[in-house]
């Protein structure tokens, strides 16, 4: 099963990150527009414990593929979150490999 073109997003309404003495605060927002999206699937049978015979789905080969030129990152908030907002666009490649892992474990 194959899907492409999936959008997605993400909203964090509020967060707070201390890193020595700087205290971020703020929200965030991320949207992911162009997510692709590869399910292979194992049929099979299963038994209930009442007897009865019913049909069972496992996931096989999962590969999700986002595109780490069509996400955007916003962060905003106090005076260091927008400061980190700036150099959001730096971290793109290594937050769309996270997610990517997750999703696909996930599944």
Same mark, same amino acid.
């Given at each position: 099963? &194959?899907? %492409?073109?999936?959008?997605? =997003? ?7 990150? %201390? #890193?020595?003495?700087?205290? @971020?605060? =703020?929200?965030? !927002? &991320? +949207? ?7 399910? =292979?699937? %194992?049929? !099979?049978?299963?038994?209930?414990? *009442?007897?009865? &015979?019913?049909?069972?789905? #496992?996931?096989? *080969? ?7 030129? !069509?996400? %955007? ?7 260091? $979150? !927008?400061? $980190? =907002?700036?150099? @959001? $666009? ?9 997610? +990517?892992? &997750?999703? #696909?474990? $996930?599944?």
């Amino acid at each position: 099963m &194959v899907i %492409k073109n999936l959008s997605g =997003g993400y909203h964090c309404g509020s967060f707070r990150a %201390k #890193e020595w003495l700087f205290i @971020a605060k =703020g929200h965030i !927002d &991320v +949207e992911l527009n162009t997510i692709d999206l590869s399910v =292979g699937l %194992k049929f !099979d049978t299963q038994v209930l414990p *009442d007897g009865t &015979v019913m049909p069972q789905f #496992e996931p096989r *080969d999962v590969n999700l593929d986002i595109n780490r030129f !069509d996400i %955007k990152i916003h962060i905003s908030g106090n005076i260091w $979150a !927008d400061f $980190a =907002g700036a150099f @959001a $666009a730096i971290f793109q490649g290594l937050i769309c490999d996270l997610l +990517e892992n &997750v999703a #696909e474990t $996930a599944l």
